[in-house]
């Protein structure tokens, strides 16, 4: 049995108009670029056919509709692409709203009591080769506070907090 096998409980994904745009139109104009380049051979269509195809790539993730990215059961919260973390392991569970110019987002904040490598039962930050460029829904702070960008997810931010620390009550003891 895998690692991912394993984990059944409450799982959000990302939502259905998250990332398609952003893919979509990036892979396209990369595409374009890449046909101008060998029609005309224009060295500057391959970088910027470079460059478009590169953000395709990194936001795929977006694109997968059905892939669990977060979520969390008896064994712990689990975090696409960092793994399961203990119960016992998160101090305090919150959501924090910060503004990028104008624009207010939300990232859930999972504060440890213990550092990362202590605190996971199953580490998955050992990507495949092809996952390393793209992108992942968690940054680590430092050793002790895991910050994951809600925007891309498609569920309600205090629903979410709400049934995390739910859960954390219920199966930290």
């Known amino acids: 049995m895998s690692d991912r096998e394993f984990f059944d409980g409450f799982t959000v994904c990302y939502g259905s108009d998250r990332?398609?745009?952003?893919?979509?139109?990036?892979?396209l104009i990369g595409s374009v670029s890449v046909i101008v380049f060998f029609v005309a051979g224009q060295p500057l269509a391959l970088a910027v056919a470079l460059l478009f195809l590169g953000s395709a790539y990194y936001h795929f993730p977006l694109v997968e509709k059905k892939v669990p990215?977060?979520?969390?059961?008896?064994?712990?919260i689990f975090v696409d692409g960092f793994g399961i973390i203990d119960w016992r392991?998160?101090?305090?569970?919150?959501?924090?709203?910060?503004?990028?110019?104008?624009i207010e987002n939300k990232e859930l904040v999972i504060e440890l009591n213990r550092d990362v490598d202590a605190a996971l039962i199953s580490d998955w930050r050992k990507l495949p080769i092809y996952r390393l460029l793209m992108k992942l829904p968690w940054r680590l702070r430092d050793e002790r506070v895991l910050s994951v960008q809600l925007e891309p997810f498609s569920i309600n931010k205090d629903k979410l907090l709400?049934?995390?620390?739910?859960?954390?009550?219920?199966?930290?003891?």
Request: aromatic share 16%; net charge positive.
């Open 162 to 173: 709400e049934t995390l620390q739910r859960m954390r009550s219920f199966y930290r003891n």
């Open 89 to 102: 392991a998160v101090a305090d569970i919150e959501i924090r709203t910060y503004a990028v110019r104008s």
């Open 19 to 27: 990332g398609d745009f952003r893919f979509f139109v990036s892979a």
């Open 69 to 76: 990215r977060l979520g969390a059961s008896q064994y712990g």
